[in-house]
């Protein structure tokens, strides 16, 4: 059973450039959420996809978007890099039930030069 | 993280028992995870309490009282390979995380 998977693993960009980071959540799940952690910090909740539709939004500008597509897969995009974006970003999946327990994907560590 | 605390560095030794604790406030509450955190990984999940009282796991167990907004995370028997980062969430109405800094928390020998 394959559990969070995330592309790519490693990312280099520089600022004012566009980055489009893939998860596929764990088999069974329908319901992908995706988080920033910048080091030494928590994980800071961006959006969350249902039903091909964000049902949810965290406090993070419009340079982040998302997409979820027919297969629950998920694709996360920021636009107009800024340095302060570097960080590891994390794709979580779950089962619909708003207390079911998310499970992360290994991440995509992005840097912003 | 936002209106959730939790100490941000713990030492112990191989085969102590050591408490994590964490305190939130927030409305709209509807349960407290436990993830952890190896460095360059991804979290991984340790428990979810939604009632108050204490659940046990093996070595590991998590309590939570609603009424105080606090929870805390058991380690006992201690491992080096428990040496990771641990992160307390909890899940508002909706279902988005809100997660704190995370304990970094140093097993020696």
């Known amino acids: 059973d394959a559990g969070v998977t995330q592309s790519p693993t490693h990312l280099i960009k520089t600022r004012g450039q566009q980055v489009t980071l893939r998860c596929s959540p764990k088999?069974?799940?329908?319901?992908v959420s995706w988080y920033q952690q910048a080091l030494g910090q928590g994980p800071q909740f961006i959006f969350q996809?249902?039903?091909?539709?964000?049902?949810q939004r965290g406090n993070f500008p419009d340079r982040f978007s998302g997409h979820q597509f027919p297969n629950y897969s998920s694709e996360l995009n920021v636009n107009a890099l800024l340095l302060g974006d570097s960080a590891l970003y994390l794709c979580?999946?779950?089962?619909?039930?708003?207390?079911?327990?998310?499970?992360f994907g290994p991440g995509t560590r992005l840097t912003v030069l | 993280g936002q209106n959730i605390d939790q100490p941000t560095e713990m030492t112990a030794t191989e085969g102590a028992i050591v408490q994590i604790n964490c305190t939130y406030q927030t409305s709209g509450f509807n349960g407290l995870f436990w993830y952890q955190q190896h460095a360059g990984e991804a979290p991984t999940f340790l428990s979810y309490?939604?009632?108050?009282g204490l659940e046990e796991k093996g070595r590991f167990s998590s309590f939570l009282s609603r009424s105080k907004g606090y929870s805390y995370l058991l380690l006992k028997e201690l491992q080096m390979k428990d040496s990771a980062s641990y992160l307390c969430?909890?899940?508002?109405?909706?279902?988005?995380?809100?997660f704190g800094k995370g304990t970094t928390l140093s097993v020696s020998s």
């Open positions: 996809y249902y039903e091909e539709e964000e049902r």
């Open positions: 979580a999946s779950s089962f619909s039930r708003s207390t079911d327990t998310q499970y």
């Open positions: 309490n939604v009632l108050d």
């Open positions: 969430a909890y899940n508002q109405a909706g279902t988005a995380l809100i």
């Open positions: 088999s069974g799940h329908d319901t």
